[in-house]
């Protein structure tokens, strides 16, 4: 594949708990582990809520390119991508992702259509496809 575009960052410092900034500086983040895996939380991120934040962006980027490829008019949608992490039983830990897209304007099977449509055009599905549990849900 040759890339279109390609987005560096680096992480510093204790990993969860440390800085991540992109090579361009727009992304320039401390991080925290979250309470509920034994860190301070607060304020801070954390990496499964930039990967969130990048698979909504980018799947609802592709619902509205399967509404333009199927000429339909969307009118108003959003989509929220939940990521959690646990234990995969083997002493590491994976993801799973849920996926819900609100689509208004159109009828339920059209909506399902679209939505399983973004489910194959995005690039963050189609890294995640067999690889991680994902939950596609129309709101």
């Given amino acids: 594949m040759q890339a279109l575009y390609t987005a ?3 992480a510093t410092g204790d990993g969860r708990n440390g800085h991540v900034r992109s090579a361009d500086g727009v992304l320039d983040l401390d991080l ?3 309470k ?3 860190g301070p939380g607060g304020d801070l991120t954390n990496p499964e809520e930039l990967f969130a934040a990048g698979y909504a962006a980018c799947f609802h980027s592709a619902l509205k390119a399967a509404a333009r490829l199927q000429k339909v008019t969307l009118t108003d949608t959003a989509v ?4 959690g992490v646990g234990p995969n039983g083997q002493g590491g830990f994976q993801l799973r992702a849920g996926i819900e897209a609100e689509i208004s304007g159109v009828d ?3 909506a399902r259509q679209l939505l399983d449509a973004a489910h194959q055009l995005c690039p963050y599905s189609n890294a995640t496809r067999g690889n991680i549990q994902v939950e596609l849900t129309l709101a």
């Fill in 8 to 10: 560096s960052a680096t």
């Fill in 32 to 34: 925290a582990v979250p």
């Fill in 36 to 38: 509920e895996m034994g």
């Fill in 80 to 83: 929220t991508v939940d990521i």
């Fill in 108 to 110: 339920e099977t059209t």
